[in-house]
């Protein structure tokens, strides 16, 4: 009696988890069917599970609209993630080792100083940041996407984290060796931190290809336009193509969902370890 | 320890080096954080319309007309009432998943991934997704065909606002994007829950199910429990994206759901360009954050470790 409601319970269980899987996967779906179906099938009055009719065409069909820039916003959305996640990698991982490892008299001081500014949300900061931005020119560059987005306390958080748990032994054989403290950090030190690297790089990168709010106030001009910028123009404005649209939407989700199935478990490792549950 | 890495070690080059590992961060940050805060505070002073360089000093001005702003203060009561739904929402239904596959005994990584997954999805792709196919107008979107099926009414869910359905659009969208990644978190309290105290339990005759979860499993997570509602509640107040892309279309931005950050991007960065007010709006916005996290981990005593 007791074995069957258990058994029963655990039955219910799996239908509910896969229910719920299948629920969680009919935006991923939608974003598909559409992307693939013409546009008579897209506003059809009544909508079917399965479009009449596929059209691959749809896949290159939108890299050739002019109006819709696909290609460049691609290139700038690349472009801007790569080279946040390169910064600020390293500027965290290096503010993260000194905070840890190198004595200094004020060094809490610093650290509460950087901690301080997760209290005071990036986003509510974008105001006087734009300001700031159109002060040194820098609206619509490169330079004004990525720099200020470079400094980031969180990551500097996680490195400092792992590196106060990081095996002294390793260091100080360094040291005997005569390594400095530079020469330690970049041979012995990062090649023994790379799952570190890839957690908190991969966090980086996903909320840099996604970010939009920045992207939006800086990134003006066409020519500066990320991919969610572009896509954000075409969905609020009033003649569009519905088909185009899901195709590149599709489009943009493939890098994340590439660099997420292949670094899945860092990232999971990374959230894990990060000490934000601790 | 030879007298060249002792020298190479001495306080002097101690300091030295902290700066040279420590220093570019700290000075970016001081430049990209705390320069604009403060220049925001300066800013909030003056009567800075169409520019950065105000002259015309205006005192409080930009703070008591914005405490006495009811679009303002109404943005903020939007914010209170998309806490009130995503929060608890969010925090079940991300702790129901992480139960649920915590205890799969196949294809764990599998259920994992599709919740997680999303989390891969940026606003504007959901955003997207949900205005333009799920919750479409009233012709040829998901949820009214499957109205349909049962013989309902189709609605226009995104410019229905009483009852005010469009409410229902914002906070799933929200839900499908963050509940994996907060599964992930309580995925990871669960692992570092001793199996010797359920087994503890069982000797007590504690029945597996509700009694177990009550006294043993959701006690113990307390520490996860709190870090998730404070992050839910700082992003919550962040909100953007969703809301803009949803909401806003060619003709404009219906002024019934306006969390702070959209108020402000308009304010300031809309036709008006009064990045004074923007700027008061955004210190006091600041402030509401800061105390809200104090006040809430105080609260929760977060930080404090398990007995």
Redesign the interface.
Known sequence: MHDAL?RA?RAL??V??VA??LL?????Y??VR?GLAGEAD??????AFFPRELHWSNLTEVFSDPDLPLGRALLNSTLIAVSTTVGTVV??S??G???AR????H?SV?FY??LG?L??????????????V??LGWISTLRGLV??T??S?FA?FVFRQYFLGFPKELEDAA??D?L???RT?WRIVVPNARPVFAAVGTIVF?GA??S??WPL?IGQDQSAWTV?VA??TF????NLN?HE??VA?GV??VP??V???LL?RYI?AG??RSG??? | ??A??AR??GPQR??L??????G???V??GL??????L??VY?SFFNAHNT?NPTEFVGLGNYTAMLGDDAFLGSLGTFLLFTAFIVPATFALSLS?AL??N??RFAQAF????????????????????????FNGV????A??VL?WFGLDQTAWLSTTSPPWYWLVIVTVRL?LQA??YM??F???L?RISPQLYEAAAMDGAR??WQVFRHITFPQLR??SV??LL?LV?NA??A??EF??LL???RGYPPYARPP?VY??YT??GRDQN?GL??A??VI??LI??VA??VQARWFGLGR?ED
Do not use: H
């Open positions: 258990t319970g269980r799996v509910l988890l719920l899987a969680f996967l009919v935006p991923f939608l974003l559409n897209i506003t059809a009055p009544t909508w500027l965290a290096m503010a080792y000194g905070l190198i004595p200094y008299r060094a610093v100083a950087i500014t209290m005071v949300p990036a986003a509510v900061t974008f105001v006087p940041s734009f300001v700031l159109s002060t720099i200020p470079l400094f306390a500097c040291r005997v005569g400095g403290y530079w950090y996903i290809w996604n939009f709010l106030v969610q896509l954000s969905t609020t404005a009033q519905l649209l899901f939407a943009s989700i994340l969902v660099v997420f199935l899945q999971v959230v894990e934000i549950d601790d | 320890m030879s060249r890495t190479l070690l101690r300091n080096w902290f700066w040279v590992f420590v570019p961060f700290a970016g940050l990209f954080t705390y320069v604009p805060l220049w925001s800013l950065v998943l649920m596959v205890r799969l259920f994992r991934s599709v919740f997680f997954l999303p989390t891969a999805c940026s606003y504007v792709v959901a955003s997207l997704i949900w205005k333009l196919s799920l012709r040829f979107g998901l009214n065909t349909g499908w994996g990644f992930i978190l995925l990871a309290g692992q597996p199910g520490a996860t870090a998730v992050l700082i107040f962040q953007f994206d803009y892309n806003s279309d060619a950050l402000l991007y300031a960065l990045l923007g700027s709006g955004a916005l600041a954050i800061a996290t104090v470790k």
